[in-house]
Nanobody, 116 residues
Framework: QLQASGGGLVHPGESLRLSCAAI????????MSWYRQAPGKQRELVAS???????YVVEAVEGRFSISRNNRMNTMWLQMNNLKPDDTAVYYC????????????WGQGTQVTVSS
């Protein structure tokens, strides 16, 4: 139901823009999020955005990453600037609705590698 894209191999300091497109429509009032999982580590939240546009990014990427979405297009983006080697991970998108009827969809991951 969700398709993530935009990953790649970049050098430190460069930028990438990840996209997450829903195949079909998403349930209303869904919060969309980006998570990442580095090798040997647990999956962690990176950023989230509500259907109303309220966004949140974790401290580790604050000031470098920004999240946005277009509800009509059922698409979400993660703009990643000034990438660092620690940002290397598989990035996953998620759409979750916590009010009845609940739903929880994950996209396949997209690899982001930051290396000199």
């Amino acid at each position: 139901q969700l398709q993530a894209s935009g990953g790649g191999l970049v050098h430190p300091g460069e930028s990438l823009r990840l996209s997450c497109a829903a195949i079909g429509s998403l349930p209303g009032a869904s919060t969309m999020s980006w998570y990442r999982q580095a090798p040997g580590k647990q999956r962690e939240l990176v950023a989230s955005i509500t259907s109303g546009g309220t966004s949140y990014v974790v401290e580790a990427v604050e000031g470098r990453f920004s999240i946005s979405r277009n509800n009509r297009m059922n698409t979400m983006w993660l703009q990643m600037n000034n990438l660092k080697p620690d940002d290397t991970a598989v990035y996953y998108c998620r759409s979750r609705r916590t009010v009845t009827p609940t739903s929880d969809y994950w996209g396949q991951g997209t690899q982001v590698t930051v290396s000199s």
